[in-house]
């Protein structure tokens, strides 16, 4: 990236910071760059195309190909296609005020990684291209957790039961009932430790398919319903409030397990391989393999 000094690399990663202080549970990537190009004005090398490919600019694959080493630093996770600045980033950016200074540490962070990783070679990360594996790999894991999000929140409901039941026995527990159509009285799936019921605890669960958080009211509504030898476990597309999660933490009389929309998804893709080839339709996956990135 020689057309770009290490200053103004510097420059765009802190204003992504910036935007991203303002966002503690993080922010989807392309809504961090949209407001980054809002905020900072951008060169003309940095709104042009790249040569023989109109319409792909170089700004995003340049911010994306900056952060690296602030994701290597420690700094900014990225997961799911969201952005997430960690405490050690914040730190960073309150630390490292002038650009030039910030992108330095951030490299040093990153070349120290990268000396502790097998087989490493050595290279200069600021004279890599914005091309890289590894920024195209990125944009392609976003895109594919876009449509699985959006499957999972579309899906009729009692077809993501059906997947949280199917999870459940591919963990290797017992589901003795699943709700059928009609209300069920805050409960969907019944399981045990054993074929025969016999050994505690009982898992009680309910799963919501929705897109707003469940807030505590919905999580002790839930928890009203699980008995002393009882666990509970709440999935929700949606996920849940600060104050729930808070709530499920501190509790010592319940046992409850929050399960979000990632948390499912992470443990559906664990556990995949003994689910039954029938109810991998439910929510069925292929991987899709690239050269491994070197940064």
């Known amino acids: 990236m020689a057309e770009m000094g290490r200053k103004r690399l510097g420059e765009l990663v802190r204003k992504v910071f910036e935007i991203l202080l303002n966002h503690p549970d993080g922010m989807p990537a392309k809504?961090?760059?949209?407001?980054?190009?809002?905020?900072?004005?951008?060169?003309?090398?940095?709104?042009?195309?790249?040569?023989?490919?109109?319409?792909?600019?170089?700004?995003?694959?340049?911010?994306?190909?900056?952060?690296?080493?602030?994701?290597k630093a420690g700094w900014l996770v990225k997961s799911k296609g969201k952005w997430i600045l960690t405490e050690d980033g914040k730190t960073a950016f309150k630390n490292y005020k002038d650009p030039d200074e910030f992108k330095k540490q951030a490299n040093q962070l990153y070349k120290k990684w990268k000396a502790a990783q097998p087989d490493?070679?050595?290279?200069?990360?600021?004279?890599?291209?914005?091309?890289?594996?590894?920024?195209?790999?990125?944009e392609a894991e976003e895109l594919a957790w876009a449509e699985i999000e959006k499957y999972l929140k579309n899906v009729n409901p009692y077809d993501l039961q059906a997947l949280v039941a199917a999870l459940l026995k591919?963990?290797?527990?017992?589901?003795?009932?699943?709700?059928?159509?009609?209300p069920d009285k805050g409960i969907d799936i019944l399981a045990y430790a054993?074929?025969?019921?016999?050994?505690?605890?009982?898992?009680?669960?309910?799963?919501?398919?929705?897109?707003?958080?469940?807030?505590?009211?919905?999580?002790?509504?839930?928890?009203?319903?699980?008995?002393?030898?009882?666990?509970?476990?709440?999935?929700?597309?949606?996920?849940?409030?600060?104050?729930a999660e808070q709530e499920a933490r501190t509790q010592e009389k319940r046992k409850v397990t929050l399960v979000d929309l990632e948390k499912l998804f992470d443990l559906w893709v664990q556990h995949y391989d003994k689910i039954t080839e029938s109810e991998k339709r439910l929510l069925p996956l292929k991987p899709v393999y690239y050269i491994a990135a070197t940064e």
């Open 170 to 182: 591919a963990m290797g527990y017992h589901v003795s009932w699943t709700s059928p159509p009609g």
């Open 31 to 71: 809504d961090a760059l949209a407001q980054l190009e809002k905020s900072i004005a951008l060169s003309e090398f940095e709104k042009s195309d790249y040569p023989n490919r109109p319409g792909v600019r170089r700004f995003e694959k340049i911010v994306r190909f900056a952060t690296i080493s602030a994701v």
């Open 120 to 138: 490493s070679v050595d290279e200069n990360i600021e004279e890599g291209t914005a091309e890289s594996a590894s920024t195209t790999l990125e």
């Open 194 to 243: 054993d074929p025969l019921g016999t050994k505690t605890p009982r898992i009680k669960v309910q799963v919501k398919r929705h897109d707003a958080a469940i807030s505590v009211d919905g999580l002790r509504s839930f928890m009203a319903v699980l008995g002393d030898q009882d666990v509970g476990i709440f999935v929700s597309t949606g996920g849940f409030t600060s104050a």
